[in-house]
């Protein structure tokens, strides 16, 4: 609409904000979006208010009722892209404030974080050892790659001399900016964020598992002919028939490795949550997980992983403590055996063990650049 003509409602704003103000968003947040208009706002009578006449008390009834049918995140979602329209619409001069500020959100629980421990992380790796998805799992467990990046990995990025991958891009499933009637493709892009972009060290044994896919792979694609369809050519992880995979698919077949494994039902991101609880567990720095994970900053990984922090300190005091002891022990009757011939006593040297880390365990030696 000719938005100099009359005032729009907020549900004609937002439309006009999708397509003229954010059309530098990912394809995904983009669809994302245009999913929460359509399903929170279009409909609601916050949707059919003038943009001009808004007020707070419209904004926090919104909310209220929102709050009554759906999880506080998704509320809190909801919230934030209203909120974002509105502060594009401020800055354009279209209103003097924006109302969506200072209202009062349901506060989001703590999520449940369900890592599997050394043993069931084994077990799940027995169940797939046969599956040609088997290196996807290692590296979800190893160095805990979201799904979107290792369903964005391409051969390129892994460079088996350095015992290196790069991960720079994801691959998602959106409709693309300006094509919100059309069917959903799948899009590769960058990264989440700016800091998950980054390069990781490999040990040997995933190095050889990656090799042997990369065969694997090779085998397949000859085996189907013309069948094989690789619109990007170079995905590691792909269907049968060398397309995209989609996350559902993934879903459904861990939900079965489970089963079969008889390990708790949890859902494929908590393999993330696994790969960072195990390094932890195992002595790795709060800012080299962090690293590892892609996370911005080393605060995030502390605020999701208080648990493996609180376990790992407690591990390190009793290790500490029964390090001194040793040492203490010793000590004491060393003196001992020395004041009696009148010798002077030298300060014993304690010597501290250092972990593997959880990326170390699975090949049984150490990595200097884990």
């Not at 209202?103 to 169940?127: G, K, M, N, S, Y």
């Not at 195990?278 to 648990?307: C, E």
Request: with cysteine; hydrophobic share 40%; proline share 5%.
């Amino acid at each position: 609409m000719n938005l100099g003509t009359q005032q729009p409602t907020v549900t004609e704003w937002c439309a006009t904000w999708l397509t003229t103000f954010a059309t530098n968003l990912k394809p995904n947040i983009c669809d994302d979006y245009y999913g929460v208009v359509r399903r929170y706002i279009t409909n609601a009578p916050i949707g059919k208010r003038r943009l001009d006449k808004l007020t707070p008390a419209d904004v926090q009834a919104w909310v209220n009722e929102l709050s009554t049918r759906m999880q506080p995140k998704t509320v809190r979602n909801a919230h934030a892209r209203l909120h974002k329209a509105l502060e594009v619409a401020v800055r354009n001069s279209y209103v003097a404030r924006n109302v969506a500020s200072k209202i009062e959100l349901p506060p989001v629980p703590t999520p449940d974080i369900q890592p599997l421990d050394v043993r069931q992380v084994q077990a799940l790796l027995a169940a797939v050892a046969a599956h040609r998805w088997y290196a996807l799992y290692r590296l979800a467990v190893n160095v805990g790659m979201r799904e979107g990046e290792l369903f964005g990995l391409t051969w390129p990025a892994i460079d088996f001399e350095r015992g290196t991958v790069r991960i720079h891009q994801q691959l998602q499933r959106a409709r693309k900016a300006g094509k919100q009637d059309a069917p959903r493709e799948f899009i590769l892009q960058p990264t989440k964020t700016k800091a998950g972009e980054r390069t990781l060290k490999l040990d040997s044994d995933l190095v050889a598992v990656l090799r042997q896919h990369k065969t694997n792979q090779e085998e397949e694609r000859a085996l189907r002919g013309e069948r094989w369809r690789a619109p990007w050519g170079t995905l590691v992880f792909t269907t049968e028939t060398g397309g995209p995979m989609h996350i559902s698919c993934l879903r459904e077949h861990f939900r079965g490795v489970l089963a079969q494994a008889e390990l708790p039902a949890v859902c494929f991101h908590d393999l993330r949550h696994t790969a960072a609880s195990l390094m932890l567990a195992n002595g790795v720095l709060l800012v080299t997980v962090s690293k590892i994970l892609g996370h911005s900053s080393p605060a995030i990984t502390a605020t999701i992983y208080a648990h493996a922090l609180d376990e790992s300190k407690s591990t390190a005091i009793a290790a500490l403590s029964e390090q001194l002891r040793r040492a203490s022990g010793t000590g004491s009757a060393r003196c001992s055996r020395r004041c009696s011939r009148g010798q002077a006593t030298a300060p014993q040297r304690m010597h501290v063990l250092v972990p593997f880390t959880a990326l170390q365990c699975w090949c049984r030696e150490r990595d200097s650049n884990p």
